[in-house]
């Protein structure tokens, strides 16, 4: 019996382990997947194929993922977490060791992330770009632009201490992950080069120092106001 598609699986679909056992389970279920991702590509993504790679019956396929697109959102979210953590363990490591991190720090953390099983990767945005659920995932990903504005700006020595807003977070994290991803779906430029990661850099810091530059605008025309008035 296939796994059926369903139209938005992000709140249904996933069942979560509570257990250890279970959680192991959809590890080893969700690694599989990613390796027939990586040597068969998404059109052979299949149900039988996932059964046989993982040694599950689709009986037990069933038990966690209702639909094979609920398998490609699990995968998803697990990058976005993997991705989180290699990020928080790596600037963790850093400031341990008293060095400060830089825009290109960061940078060349999430290129080495995406790093290894490209093919997989590859097939991953292909599939999540096709889905609007799927993207809808990149707005809670508010620690991704928060951590590159914090890092820019102290990299630069600007003086900008604030939130993003929910617009800037927008334009920052949609900016720089859709330029990476576009890079590695389409492969138009190598994402291994110096001028690859020199981009990214210069696009994060470009923003940041804007809107450092603005808010400092804003500050200097309400105090001239303000001194106006007296």
Do not use: C
């Amino acid at each position: 019996m296939p796994l059926k598609k369903n139209k938005n699986p992000t709140k249904s679909s996933i069942r979560l382990p509570k257990q250890g056992r279970a959680k192991l389970t959809v590890e080893l279920i969700l690694e599989s997947a990613f390796q027939i991702l990586e040597t068969d590509g998404l059109e052979h993504f299949k149900v039988a194929r996932l059964a046989e790679r993982s040694g599950y019956s689709v009986g037990t396929l069933y038990q966690y993922f209702d639909s094979i697109d609920a398998v490609m959102l699990a995968l998803v979210e697990s990058e976005h977490e993997r991705q989180r953590q290699t990020l928080l363990a790596r600037f963790g490591d850093l400031a341990a060791q008293g060095v400060a991190q830089s825009t290109a720090d960061l940078v060349q953390v999430m290129l080495n992330a995406f790093s290894g099983r490209r093919a997989a990767q590859r097939a991953i945005i292909e599939w999540a770009v096709s889905r609007p659920y799927a993207r809808q995932l990149d707005s809670r990903n508010s620690f991704l632009g928060q951590l590159l504005a914090s890092v820019s700006a102290r990299s630069q020595g600007l003086e900008f201490s604030r939130l993003l807003t929910k617009v800037e977070m927008f334009v920052l994290s949609r900016a720089f992950l859709n330029t990476f991803r576009t890079a590695m779906w389409d492969e138009e430029v190598a994402t291994d080069t110096p001028e690859f990661a020199q981009g990214l850099t210069d696009l994060v810091d470009g923003y940041i120092q804007q809107l450092a530059r603005r808010d400092k605008q804003q500050y200097d025309a309400r105090e001239a106001a303000r001194l106006n008035r007296q």
